[in-house]
């Protein structure tokens, strides 16, 4: 899979839009109009791939005449955000579509510097994406009062991969994993008793460097589960910034810090908490995705976070194949007995991708169509069998196609129940702000010399982010 998690994405070699500005692409005939496509889905491959998605398209009802360039965007989201700002803050015409990160969509739309696509798109296409897609993607791609802004690419679902062949094998039943989320108590006490049975090196790895993936993915998760949230209930992801509660330093969060301090410093960490402990590595303080991967995929570990592109890499025959197992995130607290609306039970980081457009585009009528074919359900099922990139509807999650795909189909329940579990990370304008002062202050919190109570570190995060806050309105 080419695109992996909340924090990359669609990645390789920058380039200029088109080949010499407004000319036409050398496939593309005299006749079509070229929509051009900045990043996304099919930025980077082969032109081969370029062309079967073409290809797919028309198939997907979009006219011959018209040809899809689709343009191969930086090496990294960063660059691809500054590129953007850049560009819409010029007003250029082109590219026609935005792929844009899930994750910092919203700031673009707050800015006004994106489509509104309800004065696009007729009422039909409007309620399918609003009704019918994964509503924590959509959420990512809309303004405050629910005015849809993007159409969703796909979506990102981290999950719990796991050694189900040691699990089982170690005595414990696996059946129903994949849709019934596990206590965090009960995770530890099977992590670690499987490690022990196997002589295992690992029991659980992660990320927890200090990055974006841990301010808007493994902290946020860990803190939701326990029922906490950095600023209230689900109502106040999105803003206003200033005018919302900051509750960083409330409950959920410090149990969240104090429970992963168990896992990696062990039972007798003084700011740890009553949890079977030990069974995650003090390097995973300074690992990301792939170094975080590499040891559960040579079989270093036995349970295992990370999104569905690992799930395709570590399921391949040639890698554990059928010994790999995937389920939910674990939970904390019940989503009943959760502090703030929509925390608690399991949660799974939003990550994914969506498509906006350039409101300076010359071509908005025929950009409608081209969004249109994305739509399309074979299209979905086409990208997610050709590139593993994940359907953005949950009826195509549960349809025989995508069951049968090689690999991925087979943990299908988990990704249903991991989308329908998404959390998105709060995104405002403030938030890039706020989201380097998490992760510094959260993996701080985690570092065993910690000066800092976990009570403490939140407190002190709570300040700086209302700081932040202020400073942002």
């Known amino acids: 899979m080419k695109a992996v998690g909340a924090t990359s994405g669609v990645a390789g070699i920058a380039g200029c839009v088109g080949s010499g500005g407004g000319d036409k692409p050398e496939n593309a005939e005299s006749g079509q109009t070229v929509v051009r496509q900045y990043s996304g889905v099919g930025s980077n491959e082969p032109p081969a791939v370029k062309d079967q998605i073409r290809e797919q398209l028309w198939n ?6 018209i040809y899809v360039e689709i343009v ?10 500054n590129q953007y700002r850049t560009w819409l803050s010029a007003g250029r015409e082109e590219p026609d579509i935005f792929s844009m990160d899930s994750g910092w969509t919203i700031p673009f739309i707050q800015r ?4 509104n696509l309800e004065e696009l798109l007729d009422d039909s296409t409007l309620s399918t994406v609003k009704n019918d897609y994964f509503s924590a993607s959509v959420a990512s791609a809309s303004s405050l009062d629910g005015t849809l802004y993007g159409i969703p690419e796909f979506p990102d679902f981290p999950t719990i991969q796991y050694r189900k062949d040691l699990v089982e094998a170690a005595g414990y039943d696996t059946e129903g994993w994949q849709t019934e989320p596990i206590s965090w108590e009960r995770f530890a006490e099977i992590t670690a008793d499987v490690m022990a049975q196997n002589d295992v090196e690992y029991g659980y790895t992660f990320q927890a460097d200090s990055y974006g993936g841990l301010s808007c993915c493994d902290f946020n998760e860990w803190m939701t589960t326990w029922g906490g949230a950095y600023f209230g ?3 106040n992801l999105f803003g206003p910034v200033n005018e919302r509660p900051v509750t960083v330093n409330e409950e959920g969060a410090v149990e969240a810090i104090r429970m992963v301090r168990s896992f990696i410093h062990g039972n007798d960490d003084k700011h740890g908490m009553d949890i079977t402990g030990g069974i995650s590595p003090a390097a995973t303080l300074g690992w990301t995705e792939e170094t975080s991967r590499k040891p559960f995929t040579n079989g270093n570990a036995v349970m295992h976070r990370n999104w569905p592109y690992s799930i395709a890499i570590n399921g391949a025959e040639e890698e554990l194949g059928e010994k790999l ?13 959760a502090q703030f609306s929509g925390t608690g039970g399991s949660a799974s980081a939003l990550g994914g991708w969506n498509s906006v457009v350039n409101p300076n585009s010359q071509k908005k009528d025929v950009v409608v169509e081209v969004l249109k074919a994305k739509m399309s359900e074979d ?11 994940l359907p953005p509807k949950p009826s195509v999650f549960n349809s025989d196609e995508a069951r049968n795909v090689p690999v991925m189909g087979r943990y299908m329940d988990a990704l249903q129940t991991a989308g329908s579990n998404a959390i998105p990370r709060p995104v405002t304008t403030a938030w890039p702000d706020q989201s380097g002062a998490i992760a510094s202050a959260v993996n701080k919190a985690l570092q065993e010399g910690s000066s800092q ?9 709570a300040s700086k982010l209302k700081d932040i806050e202020e400073q942002s309105v």
């Open 112 to 115: 006004g510097q994106v489509q």
């Open 233 to 235: 209930g689900a109502e």
């Open 379 to 389: 299209f979905m099922l086409w990208q997610f069998e050709n590139l593993g990139l």
């Open 72 to 81: 191969d965007g930086p090496s990294t989201t960063d660059q691809l955000l």
């Open 60 to 65: 997907a009802g979009l006219s011959e005449d």
């Open 325 to 337: 197992g995937v389920m939910p995130l674990p939970y904390g607290v019940s989503t009943d007995d």
């Open 453 to 461: 109570s976990p009570q403490e570190a939140m407190d002190a995060l």
